[in-house]
């Protein structure tokens, strides 16, 4: 049925229609390149990478990682914390994209040190807006670094249970792992994160092998795994996730410019959906690769030659696997059912 839509619509048309959610895009990553470019203009600031286009050089996880301080270091007013919670809903709108998943990690964003409740705050009521204009709603995952402290990460959980910050619905761990994944210090922030009835999310596997994985699975017992592609390097966590059916939120384009894989035909994502991992697909930090959900679909789609049966599999996996509320997931699978009967 479907398969005859996707020839009926064409590809771009047919992905953006898609019931789907996005579970693993970062806030850091989707700052307006007009707001960037008039903050830095005000602060007299020169980014630490080239900007070519309008758009940052970024070719490493450092890269990326040291401009993300850079250019959350520049907002320092909620308006504009409301304005980029605003932007995102929006655009995921237009990929069709009916709940997302957003990372923020209070680390990259010095303003904001010791008052990470204002700056909660100021996403809530940007993402409030926008799910009132009708775009896309958000749940936010607070996200730890990698480099934090034992005692930093559990005086975050600590706060979050006691505080209970609108939207909030997960804790996430980020940042670069090739120094040390060090998941036994963040295995309390996690196991207390859990008893409070947060959902758990973590990168692993992208700067870390398939190890990063199952460590994260077994000592941060993460629900979700960010990227996770390298879990290709080793059978056994491959299985480990099949049976336990831990899914993957997979983000292609920034595998590929962060040289994590070296193209696209070579990602393992079609490699893992065969072997019966749940994977889904999504964008990382769009703004800054210029890309969006609906053209990450479409160049999977081409890549690996997929038709509407695996389209939808990955789609329904990312409902599947989101924190939105129950209801919700409810609502759009059957928003998904009806486009598939269609
Ligand atoms: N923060 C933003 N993007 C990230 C990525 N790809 N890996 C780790 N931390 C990140
Ligand atoms: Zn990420």
Request: glycine share 8%; aromatic share 4%; net charge negative.
């Amino acid at each position: 049925m479907s398969d005859r839509l996707l020839e009926e619509v064409g590809i771009g048309e047919y992905v953006r229609m898609l019931p789907k959610a996005e579970v693993h895009v970062h806030l850091e990553g989707c700052i307006p390149a007009a707001l960037a470019g008039r903050v830095a203009r005000e602060h007299g600031a020169a980014s630490p990478v080239p900007i070519v286009e309008g758009r940052p050089e970024i070719t490493s996880l450092k890269g990326l990682l040291d401009y993300l301080d850079w250019s959350c270091a520049l907002i320092d007013r909620r308006e504009h914390l409301e304005e980029i919670a605003y932007e995102s809903a929006k655009r995921m709108h237009d990929s069709g994209i009916l709940y997302a998943d957003v990372i923020f990690n209070p680390s990259h964003w010095p303003h904001w040190r010791g008052r990470v409740g204002e700056m909660t705050r100021g996403l809530a009521l940007g993402a409030a807006a926008a799910e009132r204009d009708g775009y896309t709603p958000i749940g936010l995952c607070l996200s730890l670094k990698r480099q934090q402290s034992r005692a930093e990460a559990n005086e975050i959980v600590d706060w979050l249970l006691e505080a209970r910050p609108e939207r909030v619905v997960a804790l996430s761990i980020d940042g670069n792992e090739a120094a040390g994944s060090h998941n036994e210090r963040f295995a309390e922030a996690f196991a207390r994160a859990a008893a409070g009835g947060l959902r758990r999310c973590a990168h692993a596997g992208e700067s870390s092998g398939a190890d990063g994985v199952r460590e994260a699975i077994e000592m941060l017992g993460a629900e979700r795994i960010d990227h996770g592609v390298r879990s290709i390097e080793d059978p056994s966590v491959v299985a480990e996730l099949v049976e336990r059916g831990v899914p993957l939120d997979i983000c292609p384009t920034s595998n590929v410019v962060l040289g994590v894989v070296p193209s696209l035909s070579a990602h393992p994502v079609e490699r893992l959906r065969r072997a019966g991992v749940r994977v889904s697909l999504n964008t990382d930090d769009p703004v800054l690769y210029g890309i969006d959900l609906a053209g990450e679909y479409e160049e999977v789609a081409a890549t690996f030659r997929l038709g509407a049966d695996a389209l939808s599999e990955m789609a329904r996996v990312s409902i599947e696997a989101s924190f939105a509320t129950e209801e919700l997931k409810a609502a759009i699978s059957r928003r998904l059912d009806d486009f598939l009967a269609r």
